[in-house]
């Protein structure tokens, strides 16, 4: 196993293009290409995690924060991050961080964090916007349930609790193959009229090469037409936060010492109390600062 087929894997549950602007997830360090051997998972990188890896022969670490958040100019040793990449370099261990990519999946912080508190009817509190993308494409009527299960199969079609989503409206469409072509149906030099479905269909917009490349292995034509738009639209799966109701109101002091025995803490800070009884819960990994 590659360290890169682990990174596949991470980042089909949580892709980094879902990571705030500031952050700076990712592989950090080392050679996906390299050979996995062994791991370990922490919060941060310390130089103490970084020698426990070393002592144990491991050469990855996957941690929630990166060390490496701005660029720096030379690596002499002086600072903290100078010194974890000249240790993880020498010693040839991969760095990989999930951070706000993490924070920002559904099913990720912050729903661990609502399953803890027993809420329901979860959404996320700041869904992100422009991570989704429509193709667009135009299909011979008897190869459209072939191409719509394939682009489903890549990744197309989901929107929010729904999946195999697509709009599919009857047309005729014409083209005409020159002398270069080898055209799937018609003949060179004439005009061809054809039966086709316009299919149209949402993708997240980080699976765009999967999506390409499965129309393409699936169209029956030489040349497949399509177009594909970037969506103002919110993604309900993606974004910071989360919330959701309670399954009885309480009071605030009741959810307080609730909050402290889910997650097992001794203090929690909270603003003054409002004498207000709770309802509805929202909340974010992280500070919370958005």
């Known amino acids: ?55 144990n022969n491991m050469n990855l670490i996957i941690s929630h924060h990166p060390f490496l958040f701005h660029s720096i100019r030379a690596v002499t040793g002086k600072t903290l991050v100078e010194r974890l990449l000249i240790k993880a370099i020498k010693h040839d261990i991969s760095i990989y961080a999930m951070h706000t990519n993490l924070d920002n999946v559904y099913e990720g912080v912050n729903h661990y ?32 349930e072939k191409v719509r299960n394939a682009l489903f199969d890549a990744g197309g079609g989901k929107i929010g609790n729904y999946d195999s989503c697509s709009f599919n409206l009857q047309g005729m469409g014409t083209f005409k193959a020159n002398e270069a072509a080898n055209p799937f149906v018609g003949q060179k030099g004439k005009i061809h009229f054809e039966n086709e479905i316009r299919m149209e269909m949402i993708f997240p917009a980080h699976k765009e090469n999967q999506i390409i490349k499965s129309l ?5 034509y030489e040349e497949p037409a399509y177009d594909i738009y970037l969506m103002e639209n919110q993604n309900p799966m993606v974004g910071s936060g989360m919330k959701g109701m309670l399954n009885k109101p309480v009071s ?22 409002q004498q207000r009884i709770i309802k509805q819960v929202a909340f974010c990994g992280g500070s919370g600062a958005f």
Request: glycine share 2%.
């Open 1 to 55: 196993m590659k360290i890169s087929d682990i990174i596949n894997y991470l980042e089909e549950l949580a892709p980094n293009s879902y990571q705030e602007s500031y952050d700076n997830s990712g592989l950090i360090v080392g050679n996906q290409d390299n050979d996995f051997k062994k791991g370990m998972v922490c919060f941060d990188i310390t130089e103490n995690t970084l020698q426990e890896a070393i002592d």
């Open 113 to 144: 964090m609502s399953k803890k508190l027993l809420l329901n009817e979860l959404s996320i509190l700041r869904p992100q916007q422009k991570n989704l993308k429509k193709i667009i494409t135009y299909v011979p009527d008897v190869y459209a």
């Open 216 to 220: 393409l292995e699936n169209h029956p």
């Open 252 to 273: 605030e002091f009741d959810f307080l010492n609730n909050l402290k025995t889910q997650l097992d803490v001794t203090i929690v800070m909270h603003s003054k109390p």
